[in-house]
């Protein structure tokens, strides 16, 4: 049987319009899912809408919908992009769907047994924009006078009776499990802020609100809706099809990797483990946490008119371009600022000037001078071998950084190939071979020719589109990509679809 390998996205907030910032977290899931089905793994690739909350029912109200119409209305753009980017999701879940009511009644009513919730008041901060409850000690003042949280939300004073979680109960048991899964939390950076926030002392968690009406009912008590988070939180559960045993996707939890932005580690990292414990429940593997993108040195921001949409990136320059960028650009983790300047230089230089000519050279070569066949493997000589043997590294290589997440890391490790390849064949000249040694020419197209298959297979995950085009003119069966088919040789004599450029230059003025 496949090993399992759960992956999730956060379910995005429907208030929004989707934006790079989210195509960005989908992005790195998508590649991590394809990576892992590409080496044997039985995958659930889980994306969705985060639909409930304050901040949601204001939005409906502000577009004169009821909630539950709103929702409707605008969930299905976040379908839309992740179509849009090439995601290869296996599920989409809305929080408004039967199916998570259902699991999340349950889960309060465990947490409720297990004597984990308790009735009290709430007096304190709130942030609808996050909808986050704030410490006094976590706010500053804006020059009007304004009270902000530490993302920048404006916070409101909020008195009403609510429904808690002891959260502070389980400080020490959280330490304990962070001590115990060094990489639970990654990167290191993150973790160590998570650690000072947890020993800095736990009060116990708001977890219902009664000033609106826009979320699950809390059993047996219908003047409260559950706070937005518990209710988001466990959409990652509620997609395994808990708490039914026999649901066929209920081997999948504990999810491998809760995949989130900075913004929000430290609800998954800090509350939701300490909620999964208390209800009983296995704690996911690994949360990482990425980094923020700005606009040209800029915050993106509606009001700064700056925010950019998926599709304008993708009809401008392609999806595999788009792709490869985002995760090329940034170490994954870091922050990072987007610049049309530095996106239209990686295409040409990494992947027009770099890969594309790679590719286009040797095929072309094999097609004229090989009769369009894949030219017999012989005998290699020392700068043969040593390029197949770096080929040949590679899907252990990004294997390593995948599970890191060390997307730029992987793609580092390819372009070092890619280069040497070129400067292969630069040295070899098989063109200049052709009248003197066309034995030695052909094998040299042959070593090109199986290390850009390497090459394409393990890019796969990163440009699915441009590298299938590139497999086809390699003559790689469809049945023969994934990483254990490189162990087996392509038949000499294979024959090889005429070569076509796959990435195209852009002009830097329209930068
Ligand atoms: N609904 C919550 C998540 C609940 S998960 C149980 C939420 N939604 S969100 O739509 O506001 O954000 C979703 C993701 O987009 C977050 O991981 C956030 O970090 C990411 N990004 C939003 N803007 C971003 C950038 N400018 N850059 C990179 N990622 C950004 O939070």
Not at 450 to 460: H, K
């Amino acid at each position: 049987m496949k090993p399992k390998f759960y992956v999730t996205t956060p379910i995005y907030y429907v208030n929004d319009v989707p934006h790079i910032g989210h195509a960005y977290t989908s992005l790195a899931c998508d590649v991590l899912a394809r990576f892992k089905r590409l080496d044997g793994f039985d995958v659930f690739f889980l994306t969705g809408t985060d639909e409930h909350g304050q901040k949601v029912e204001k939005a409906a109200a502000a577009a004169g919908l009821d909630s539950q119409s709103f929702t409707d209305r605008v969930s299905p753009a976040f379908l839309e992009m992740a179509h849009l980017m090439g995601i290869s999701n296996d599920d989409f879940i809305r929080t408004t769907e039967p199916r998570h009511k259902r699991a999340t009644t349950e889960l309060w009513r465990r947490l409720l047994a297990a004597g984990e919730i308790y009735l009290g008041g709430y007096e304190g901060w709130y942030a609808v924009r996050d909808e986050a409850f704030y410490d006094e000690s976590e706010l500053t003042s804006r020059p009007d006078g304004t009270r902000v949280g530490p993302s920048g939300a404006p916070v409101e004073w909020v008195v009403e009776p609510s429904y808690f979680f002891r959260l502070s109960a389980w400080q020490d048991r959280l330490l304990e499990f962070y001590d115990k899964h060094p990489d639970f939390i990654a990167p290191p950076s993150r973790r160590n802020e998570v650690l000072s926030f947890v020993r800095g002392g736990l009060k116990d968690l708001s977890i219902s609100r009664t000033s609106f009406r826009w979320g699950i009912p809390v059993p047996d008590d219908a003047a409260h809706v559950m706070y937005v988070w518990l209710d988001a939180l466990n959409n990652y559960v509620t997609a395994t099809g808990w708490p039914d045993p026999d649901a066929p996707r209920a081997a999948f939890w504990p999810a491998n990797l809760h995949m989130v932005g900075k913004d929000i580690l430290r609800f998954h990292a800090v509350y939701w483990p300490a909620i999964l414990m208390a209800a009983g429940l296995a704690l996911p593997k690994r949360v990482f946490a990425h980094g923020w993108w700005t606009i040209e040195g800029e915050k993106m921001s509606k009001s700064l008119g700056n925010v950019i949409a998926p599709a304008d990136l993708v009809a401008a320059y392609g999806l595999d371009p788009v792709r490869f960028f985002l995760l090329r650009e940034v170490p994954f983790g870091s922050d990072g600022d987007f610049s049309r300047r530095a996106l239209v230089s990686r295409l040409n230089t990494e992947l027009a000037n770099d890969l594309g000519n790679l590719a286009q050279r040797s095929l072309s070569l094999v097609a004229r001078n090989c009769d369009g066949r894949l030219p017999p493997r012989g005998a290699p000589t020392e700068d043969d071998a040593t390029l197949l043997a770096a080929a040949g590294a590679l899907p252990a290589l990004l294997r390593g950084h995948i599970d890191r997440q060390a997307f730029h890391e992987a793609l580092e490790d390819v372009w070092k190939v890619v280069r040497a390849g070129n400067g292969y064949i630069d040295r070899q000249a098989p063109w200049a071979l052709r009248k003197t040694d066309p034995e030695r020419m052909a094998f040299v197209l042959r070593v090109l020719a199986d290390v850009l298959r390497v090459i394409a297979t393990v890019l796969q995950p990163f440009m699915p589109g441009s590298m299938a085009k590139m497999l086809d003119q390699l003559g790689v069966p469809e049945t023969a990509r994934d990483l254990a088919a490189l162990a087996t040789p392509l038949p000499d004599g294979t024959a090889l679809s005429p070569p076509q450029g796959v990435f195209p230059r852009y002009n830097d003025t329209a930068a």
